[in-house]
């Protein structure tokens, strides 16, 4: 199983936006490494979101350009000081691949609890568009496959 953990897209400040929805640059950066995604034939079965507007926004592009409309769940728990324990116990018993799209520190957190055990110690650096794939190699097992910063894609 694989696990892809996404950082929503650059959004708006809550002085401009108060739901902060991405912005012009943030929707292409992540088209652009969603694209990128698509093309090198990766399969998720489900892509889970927290409710924020940056959050959605960038899990409707990814499942738009990834064709996976019946995959997209908005899901408690994913907010940016969400503990990850919950969400833990799950990733460990869901059966396909799946994409989490959310926020620091949830996603660093989780990347360090799954990679060292101890969700304190940071371990990726996740830029905004960014995606953290995690491969799991036995029961509670995972390791880093590969990450990409949108700013590396041409």
């Given at each position: 199983?694989?696990?892809?953990?996404?950082?929503?897209?650059?959004?708006?400040?809550?002085?401009?936006?108060?739901?902060?929805?991405?912005?012009?640059?943030?929707?292409?950066?992540?088209?652009?490494?969603?694209?990128?995604?698509?093309?090198?034939?990766?399969?998720?079965?489900?892509?889970?979101?927290?409710?924020?507007?940056?959050?959605?926004?960038?899990?409707?592009?990814?499942?738009?350009?990834?064709?996976?409309?019946?995959?997209?769940?908005?899901?408690?728990?994913l907010a940016p000081n969400d503990p990850i324990k919950p969400v833990q116990k799950e990733i460990d018993r869901f059966p396909k691949n799946l994409m989490i799209v959310g926020h620091l520190p949830f996603l660093s957190k989780l990347a360090s609890k799954?990679?060292?055990?101890?969700?304190?110690?940071?371990?990726?650096?996740?830029?905004?568009?960014?995606?953290?794939?995690?491969?799991?190699?036995?029961?509670?097992?995972?390791?880093?496959?590969?990450?990409?910063?949108?700013?590396?894609?041409?």
């Amino acid at each position: 199983m694989y696990l892809y953990l996404v950082r929503h897209g650059i959004a708006k400040s809550k002085q401009e936006d108060p739901e902060q929805h991405l912005t012009k640059t943030g929707l292409q950066e992540v088209r652009k490494v969603a694209e990128f995604i698509k093309s090198a034939d990766l399969h998720v079965g489900s892509i889970w979101h927290s409710g924020k507007a940056r959050a959605a926004q960038t899990a409707k592009v990814f499942s738009s350009v990834m064709e996976i409309e019946k995959g997209l769940i908005q899901r408690d728990g994913l907010a940016p000081n969400d503990p990850i324990k919950p969400v833990q116990k799950e990733i460990d018993r869901f059966p396909k691949n799946l994409m989490i799209v959310g926020h620091l520190p949830f996603l660093s957190k989780l990347a360090s609890k799954l990679l060292t055990d101890d969700e304190s110690t940071e371990v990726i650096s996740f830029p905004n568009s960014g995606v953290v794939c995690l491969e799991c190699v036995s029961a509670g097992a995972w390791k880093l496959a590969w990450m990409i910063n949108p700013q590396l894609l041409a």
